[in-house]
């Protein structure tokens, strides 16, 4: 099981950036494509992200296309969400999550998941 921890999350303005972040415990972690959900209230989870085990391909959901933008660095077994152009809308509770299958586009192929960090926007 892979252990994942976010960081990054708080409270900021509508219309400005915000970087997570997500460490990964797996030494073998550039075998593993990595995702990103959120969860906000009273909604069910939305899976927003992913970057593919290589770095080569991501995937960024509608809700957040041209504003989201995932990365990795395999040396320090983290991804990265850097999220622009913040909105109201995007507040949320954001999860990271792992999969050592191929397929990063398959959100049920994610098996192991953060804790969560939450990211607030405010007018």
């Known amino acids: 099981q892979v252990q994942l921890v976010e960081s990054g999350g708080g409270l900021v303005q509508s219309g400005g950036p915000l970087r997570l972040s997500c460490a990964a415990s797996?030494?073998?972690?550039?075998?593993?494509?990595m995702g990103w959900s959120r969860q906000a209230p009273g909604k069910g989870r939305e899976f927003v992200a992913a970057?593919?085990?290589?770095?080569?391909?991501?995937y960024s959901g509608d809700s957040v296309q041209g504003r989201f933008t995932s990365s990795r660095d395999n040396a320090k077994n983290t991804v990265y969400l850097q999220m622009n152009s913040l909105k109201l809308e995007d507040t949320a509770v954001y999860y990271c999550?792992?999969?050592?299958?191929?397929?990063?586009?398959?959100?049920?192929?994610?098996?192991?998941w953060g804790q969560g960090t939450q990211v607030t926007v405010s007018s």
């Open positions: 999550a792992s999969t050592p299958r191929r397929g990063f586009l398959v959100r049920t192929n994610y098996e192991d």
């Open positions: 797996e030494r073998t972690f550039i075998s593993y494509s």
């Open positions: 970057i593919a085990w290589r770095g080569g391909s991501t």
